[in-house]
C-alpha cells in the first residue's frame, strides 16, 4: 500500500439540484472527483449518502458504488470507507440501537452524602438510573458496613447512621446526556457500548458487512479499497463540551437529567473482576472516585486495565477480525488522545487497542506549527505502536478545526509545515479535512505535491530510532478519578500532573534535541529482546536496536515493569529515570516493602541515573548516546527525521523549521556511518515544497565527521541524502 497524496474526506456531494434525477446526480459526483483529481488528491475517504435511510437506500448504494468505480477505474484514486453517520462511529446512524436498546453504553455514578451520629439520610433513587450496584457507609475507623437492606422497593434508601460517616449510593445509568455522544459537531446520538462485543457484533453487521457486501462485483481494481476508517469511538465515561449542541438531534435528552460523577460500566462487570483479579470489586467503588493510598491506587488500575481489556477485545479485535478476512485495512482514530490522563476516561491503553490496526492512526486538529509539536505525543505514539507491532504506516486525520473553532487565521504555509511536522513524528497518510474549494487550485497541489515527495523519499527506508521513552498508562489508570466536572475542568494529583507533563515534555525535549526514538509499554518491552551481548533493546518486528531507556515521572508503576527496568540496566543498558522514589506506589507485590526494594535496587544500578528535570535527562543522554545526526543553529525550532535505506545504506533526512524565521543550520554526521568510501564532495538537497534540488558543498571535519550548510526557510523543510 502506497499512499503518496493525501486523500480527501468526501462525505456528500450536494445533490441539491439534482433532485431525482440519477443521471445529473452521477454528473455531480464525476465533476467532484475530476476536481479532486485536479487539485492532486490521490483518494477519498468516503461513506454511502448520511441521509434519514441511513445504509437503507437502494439509490443510496448505488451512487456510492458508482463514485468507487469512477474514482478508481478513470483515476486510479485510492478508497477508505467512513464507518458511521458522522462521529462518534458505533452507532450505525442509530440501527443498533435500534436493534436492541440493550446495547446501549452505561456508566457508574456515584451519590455520596456526609452523616453525623444520629442523622436520618435519605438517597432518592435518581431519575432516570437503572441498576443499584451497592450502598454502604464507611466511619472514620473505615469501617464498612452495607446499607442494602434500608433500601426500600424503589430504591430510596433510609438510613440513621449511628456514627458519623460517609454514605455512598451506587447505581448505573446510560451515558448519553452531558457526554461526547450529545455534545459534538455532528449529532446528538445516543451511543452503543463498546466493551459489549454483541453490541460491536451488531454495529459490524450493520455498517462493516453493509459495506463489503457492496462491493462484490464492482469489479474495482486489485488493493484499490484500502481500509474502513473508525472516528472517535471511546468509553463515553466523562462529561464535556457543555455548551456545544450539534444542529441534529437524533435521540432527544433531558436537559435537567442529574450528571452525578461517573465512570464507565459493563454489565457483569463484578463478576469478571473477581474472576481477574481474585477479588470483590463492590465493596470497593468508592475507590474509584477518591483517595490516594497504594490499595485505593491498585483498585483503580485494575479496574481501568479491565475496561481496556473489554474494550480491546469487543470493539478494536471485533473490527481488526472482520477487516482481515476481507482483504481490508482497519484504521481511524480515537476520541482525544492527546493527554496521557484521558487515555483511561475514554480508551484505555493505546498499545493494546491500537495494535489491532492495521493503520493506526490519529487526529490532529491544529495548523499552526508550534501547536502541532505541542501535542506531538499523538502521532509519536501511534507510529510507536507502528514500529512494535510492524505496521508499515500511520494515518492522520487533518484539519484546522482548532484554530477554525478559535478565530485563529492559518495559510497554505501552515497547513504544508503542519504535515511536514506530522511526518516527521512517523506520519505518512493524510486524511484531508481541510476545505479544497477554499484553498486555491495552486495551494491545494502544493498541500498534495509536498506529501508526494516526502513519502517518495522516506518509502521503504528503515527507522533510525535508537531510544526508548516508556509509556506511563499506568500512573494515569492509577490517578483518574470518577468526576462530574467538566473533562478540562477535573483536579489531578500532583502526582498525576507531574507525570503527564514529564511524558510529554520528554517527548518535545527530545524531539528539539533531534533524537529519533519511539514509546513503549511494558507489554512491548516484555515482548522485546533484551540482549547483553549487544547492550541493546532489539524490536524484533522490525530489527530496530534501541540503545537507551528514558522512563519519565511515574505516579505508579507495576513490579513486572520495574524487573523489566532492571534487566535492562544489568545488560548494560542505559537507564535514565525521572525523580524515582522508593515511595512510589507498586503494583503486583506481596508488601509495599517489595516495591520500595525493587526500587532501591534499581537506583543503585551501574547504568541507571536519576534526574530530576528533561534538561538534566537530555544532558545525560548526550553523554551516553549523542544524536546520530546533530543539527546546529536551530535553536531548538527545528525537528528531524532519520531512515535508512536498508540496501544501499543511504540516510534520507528530513529537517523541518517550525517556527516564522529561517534558519541556517549545519548539518555534522559520523564519516564511518553511513558511508564506507570516501567522503563525497556534495550531498544531494531537496526543498520538498518546491521540490528544487542542489547540491551541498561537504566540508570533512576531524574525528571521521562530515558537515553541510543549508538554510531552512520559514515553516519549511529540507531533505538530505547522505
Not at 164 to 180: D, P, R, S, V
Not at 548 to 562: D, F, G, Q, S, V
Not at 572 to 593: H, K
Amino acid at each position: 500500500m502506497e499512499n503518496d497524496r493525501p486523500l480527501k474526506m468526501l462525505h456528500g456531494y450536494g445533490f441539491g439540484n439534482a433532485k431525482n434525477d440519477l443521471t445529473e446526480k452521477k454528473h455531480i459526483i464525476e465533476r467532484r472527483i475530476d476536481d479532486l483529481q485536479e487539485k492532486g488528491y490521490g483518494g477519498i475517504v468516503t461513506n454511502v449518502n448520511m441521509g434519514q435511510n441511513y445504509l437503507k437506500d437502494a439509490e443510496d448504494w448505488e451512487l456510492f458504488q458508482y463514485a468507487l468505480q469512477y474514482a478508481t477505474q478513470k483515476y486510479g484514486m485510492k478508497i477508505w470507507l467512513y464507518d458511521e453517520k458522522g462521529y462518534p462511529s458505533g452507532s450505525a446512524g442509530g440501527l443498533t440501537l435500534r436493534e436492541n436498546p440493550d446495547f446501549e453504553c452505561k456508566g457508574l455514578v456515584l451519590v455520596k452524602k456526609s452523616a453525623s451520629a444520629g442523622e436520618e439520610i435519605v438517597i432518592e433513587k435518581p431519575r432516570g438510573h437503572l441498576a443499584i450496584q451497592a450502598v454502604y457507609s464507611i466511619d472514620k475507623e473505615n469501617k464498612f458496613r452495607n446499607l442494602s437492606t434500608f433500601l426500600s422497593s424503589q430504591g430510596t434508601l433510609r438510613y440513621t447512621a449511628p456514627h458519623n460517616c460517609e454514605i455512598y449510593y451506587f447505581i448505573t445509568k446510560k451515558l448519553y446526556e452531558g457526554t461526547h455522544a450529545q455534545h459534538n459537531t455532528c449529532a446528538a446520538r445516543r451511543y452503543i457500548s463498546l466493551t459489549d462485543r454483541k453490541a460491536v457484533a451488531a454495529f459490524i453487521r450493520n455498517t462493516y458487512q453493509a459495506y463489503t457486501d457492496h462491493l462484490e462485483d464492482l469489479n474495482l481494481p486489485k488493493d484499490s479499497v484500502q481500509a474502513f476508517f473508525t472516528d472517535e469511538p471511546s468509553l463515553q465515561a466523562c462529561y464535556l463540551n457543555k455548551g456545544l449542541d450539534p444542529a441534529q438531534i437524533d435521540d432527544p435528552f433531558d436537559p435537567e437529567f442529574p450528571l452525578y460523577p461517573v465512570v464507565a460500566w459493563e454489565n457483569g462487570l463484578p463478576e469478571l473482576y473477581q474472576k481477574k483479579y481474585g477479588e470483590a470489586l463492590l465493596d470497593r467503588l468508592h475507590e474509584l472516585f477518591e483517595g490516594d493510598s497504594c490499595r485505593v491506587k491498585t483498585t483503580r488500575y485494575q479496574f481501568y486495565t479491565l475496561i481496556s481489556d473489554l474494550y480491546e477485545e469487543a470493539f478494536y479485535q471485533q473490527i481488526s477480525e472482520f477487516c482481515t478476512a476481507h482483504g481490508i485495512a482497519f484504521s481511524g482514530h480515537l476520541l482525544l488522545e492527546e493527554n496521557l490522563l484521558h487515555h483511561p476516561i475514554f480508551e484505555g491503553n493505546f498499545f493494546n487497542l491500537t495494535r489491532h490496526m492495521q493503520i493506526p492512526g490519529i487526529d490532529m486538529l491544529f495548523t499552526k506549527p508550534e501547536n502541532v509539536l505541542r501535542f506531538a505525543e499523538t502521532p509519536k505514539l501511534l507510529s510507536s505502536v507502528a514500529s512494535w507491532y510492524g505496521r508499515k504506516h500511520v494515518m492522520s486525520e487533518i484539519s484546522g478545526h482548532t484554530e477554525n473553532a478559535l478565530g485563529i487565521p492559518f495559510d497554505i504555509h501552515d497547513i504544508v509545515c503542519a504535515q511536514l511536522i506530522q511526518f516527521v513524528l512517523g506520519v505518512d497518510i493524510f486524511n484531508s479535512y481541510f476545505d479544497d474549494n477554499i484553498l486555491t487550485t495552486e495551494e491545494n497541489k502544493l498541500l498534495c505535491d509536498t506529501v508526494a515527495r516526502v513519502c517518495k523519499e522516506f518509502s521503504g527506508k528503515k527507522s533510525m530510532a535508537n531510544v526508548i521513552l516508556y509509556y506511563p498508562i499506568e500512573s494515569a489508570q492509577a490517578s483518574v478519578k470518577g468526576s462530574d466536572l467538566q473533562l478540562y475542568e477535573r483536579p489531578y494529583d500532583p502526582e498525576a500532573i507531574a507525570c503527564e507533563e514529564s511524558w510529554r515534555g520528554t517527548i518535545d525535549a527530545l524531539l528539539r534535541n533531534h533524537y529519533m526514538f519511539d514509546c513503549a509499554d511494558e507489554n512491548v518491552l516484555a515482548g522485546a529482546d533484551i540482549s547483553c551481548e549487544n547492550c541493546c533493546i532489539i524490536n524484533t518486528v522490525s530489527d530496530i536496536r534501541y540503545h537507551a531507556l528514558i522512563i519519565p515521572k511515574l505516579a505508579a508503576i507495576t513490579i513486572t515493569a520495574l524487573e523489566l527496568f532492571q534487566k535492562c540496566a544489568d545488560c548494560g543498558i542505559p537507564v535514565i529515570v525521572n525523580d524515582l522514589s522508593p515511595a512510589l506506589t507498586v503494583f503486583g507485590t506481596n508488601t509495599p516493602e517489595a516495591g520500595s526494594h525493587a526500587i532501591i535496587r534499581l537506583l543503585s544500578s551501574e547504568n541507571v541515573t536519576n534526574v530530576t528535570s528533561q534538561s538534566d535527562a537530555l544532558k545525560s543522554l548526550r553523554y551516553i548516546l549523542p544524536p546520530n545526526i546533530e543539527l546546529s543553529g536551530d535553536a531548538g525550532q527545528i525537528i528531524a527525521l532519520s531512515k535508512k535505506d536498508p540496501l544501499s545504506g543511504k540516510i534520507s533526512y528530513i529537517a523541518v523549521n517550525v517556527s516564522d524565521a529561517s534558519k541556517e543550520v549545519t548539518f555534522t554526521s559520523d564519516l564511518r556511518e553511513p558511508f564506507d568510501a570516501p567522503p563525497p564532495n556534495t550531498l544531494f538537497c531537496m526543498d520538498p515544497e518546491s521540490g528544487v534540488c542542489q547540491e551541498l558543498p561537504v566540508k570533512i571535519l576531524s574525528g571521521d565527521r562530515i558537515s553541510v550548510f543549508a538554510e531552512i526557510p520559514a515553516r519549511g523543510a529540507v531533505m538530505i541524502r547522505l
